[in-house]
């Protein structure tokens, strides 16, 4: 009920591709998306986040789209450059506050 | 201006010793968090503070693990008799409130030899 499962585990894309990560939660009670950038030796960097009223927020070249009914929401990261090489991380929450990690995807940018 | 600020920032020690691990929060933040990053295990929450409410424990993997906030702002997370399986990085994270944008230090990399 608490899991929150994220795919893929890692991903190679070219420069100026599209990146997609992907991730599905159980627990109807979240109700806070975020999705965190981790470089190495570094902690978590909050990227963007989504609340559930919403199907789509987008900062720059960062979308996350939110699929309240599947239970889904995704990371598009649009002309992906080798800066965005890092490990990626979606999370839930809910009142408590607490955040319920996935699995991490590991983004490789090749020029 | 600082943001999370985690010391130190490694720490080697013995098996059956006790570490304590600080983390200060951003300024103002009521919110207080304290995660583990381990390869097998990736990021799990362990204990949660908000104002002077009781803290959430629920995280916590064993009775070896305490955490405490002093004043509101400083806290410390100590683990007692250390184990090898306690290996991990050691983060802390900080919010305005419950249920807002978390920010995160750079984390503890403990290692038990």
């Known amino acids: 009920q608490q899991q929150v499962k994220q795919s893929p585990q890692s991903l190679i894309v070219q420069k100026g591709g599209i990146s997609i990560i992907n991730c599905a939660y159980e627990n109807t009670a979240f109700d806070y998306f975020p999705w965190y950038q981790q470089f190495p030796g570094k902690g978590p960097a909050l990227l963007i986040a989504?609340?559930?009223?919403?199907s789509e927020k987008k900062e720059g070249r960062f979308t996350i789209s939110f699929n309240k009914s599947a239970k889904q929401f995704s990371l598009h990261i649009m002309d992906s450059q080798p800066g965005d090489s890092a490990t990626y991380f979606c999370?839930?929450?809910?009142?408590?506050?607490?955040?319920?990690f996935g699995q991490g995807t590991e983004l490789s940018v090749k020029p | 201006g600082a943001g999370v600020s985690q010391s130190p920032s490694n720490k080697v020690t013995e098996k059956g010793k006790d570490v304590e691990l600080r983390c200060d929060p951003i300024s103002g933040h009521t919110a207080l968090y304290w995660y583990r990053q381990s390869l097998g295990q990736g990021l799990e929450f362990l204990i949660y503070?908000?104002?002077?409410?009781?803290?959430?424990k629920s995280g916590l993997p064993s009775d070896r693990f305490s955490a405490e906030r002093t004043g509101g702002s400083v806290s410390t997370l100590t683990i007692q008799r250390t184990q090898q399986e306690d290996s991990a990085v050691y983060l802390c994270?900080?919010?305005?409130?419950?249920?807002?944008?978390?920010?995160f230090g750079d984390g503890t990399r403990l290692s038990i030899l």
């Open positions: 994270a900080s919010s305005l409130q419950a249920n807002q944008p978390q920010h």
């Open positions: 999370a839930a929450c809910n009142q408590g506050g607490k955040l319920i």
């Open positions: 989504i609340r559930p009223d919403v």
């Open positions: 503070f908000q104002g002077n409410s009781a803290p959430d």
